[in-house]
């Protein structure tokens, strides 16, 4: 049981206290004009009944207390009925490669992803999200769901750690975002592919026209400048204490591979958004998902609490015109 104005219960609980003050009063005092005279007193009590008196104050008083319960909203049980979620099924794909952490995005290119993703999220309606990460390999890191709040705790998560093999296989991410969807529908699927674009193994453009023939549409993300950044290598404290360099020593440069995501949306049917300090964020994304067209997520039932204040206050309305008709004349001895 529950209500929905629970603040109106405090008038409920006062009558309750007003009864048991009136109650112990009553022990005391006769009720019927108790600073009369004593002549008075047995000239009322030959008109007036007073256990009907009493009554008739029982009988108004729980009238007024239903009416109170009656507007508290009282809602019990429950009801089911229907609802239908509209949207598609999204997969992002997120890079942690160590050269996610390069920093020619503020603060980092791998926190400036998860901070747009993070907004991208909370402005999904009714669309399903699931999470993959990659680097050398890839993971379906969380399943499709509409539990948003539970999709952020993820993200929150993920840093360039989560994965041992190193690189960045761009065709590994495409095959396992493949594997992510549960229904085999022509429409309504989309993967958000989030990288540096730095391809080690080549294969993700061919990857991404038979995913397209498959019905799935494929947008990139690049994070990362023009200009391009230093790989940090941070210690077991976090903090950066070299920069990555080559086999001869020398120290490497990560640049955006702006072509091939490029490349990769062609293929995919999709569109090339870019991630850096001046240029799209969430918003871009979301716009271009909310345009499509959507498909029924799931149809489920939805339980919730009935409303019953009626039936208090039917309660309620008897007992106040039972009170206030009810005769306090005694009744004719036989």
Excluded at 198 to 219: C, F, S, W, Y
Aim: proline share 3%.
């Amino acid at each position: 049981m529950s209500f929905r104005f629970s603040w109106v219960l405090a008038f409920f609980i006062l009558q309750i206290v007003l009864w048991i003050v009136w109650r112990l009063k009553d022990q005391k005092n006769d009720p019927i004009f108790p600073d009369a005279s004593e002549k008075v007193k047995i000239v009322s009590r030959s008109n007036l009944d007073k256990n009907r008196i009493q009554w008739r104050n029982r009988l108004i008083l729980i009238g007024l207390a239903l009416l109170a319960l009656a507007a508290s909203g009282p809602q019990i049980g429950t009801r089911v009925r229907p609802i239908e979620r509209k949207g598609v099924d999204l997969v992002i794909a997120l890079d942690t490669s160590t050269s996610m952490d390069a920093e020619d995005v503020t603060p980092s290119r791998l926190a400036k992803a998860k901070f747009e993703l993070g907004r991208l999220i909370r402005k999904l309606k009714g669309d399903r999200v699931a999470i993959i990460v990659f680097a050398g390999s890839s993971h379906l890191y969380l399943p499709l769901t509409t539990d948003y709040e539970a999709a952020l705790l993820f993200l929150n998560e993920i840093d360039t750690d989560m994965i041992p093999t190193q690189g960045t296989s761009l065709s590994s991410a495409l095959n396992t975002a493949m594997t992510a969807y549960t229904e085999e529908n022509d429409k309504f699927k989309v993967m958000l592919m989030v990288t540096d674009g730095e391809d080690h193994e080549g294969q993700a453009v061919e990857l991404a026209e038979k995913a397209a023939e498959a019905g799935l549409m494929i947008n990139t993300v690049g994070v990362g400048s023009e200009t391009g950044s230093l790989i940090p290598v941070k210690g077991k404290d976090k903090k950066t204490r070299q920069y990555k360099r080559d086999r001869n020593g020398k120290l490497i440069t990560s640049t955006l591979n702006e072509r091939i995501l490029k490349d990769i949306a062609a293929a995919g049917n999709g569109s090339f958004f870019w991630f850096d300090n001046n240029r799209d964020t969430h918003a871009d994304i979301a716009l271009a998902i909310e345009t499509m067209e959507k498909k029924t997520i799931s149809t489920h039932e939805f339980s919730e609490y009935e409303d019953r204040y009626q039936s208090f206050a039917l309660l309620a309305f008897c007992f106040l015109v039972w009170g206030f008709v009810m005769p306090t004349r005694p009744g004719e001895k036989s």
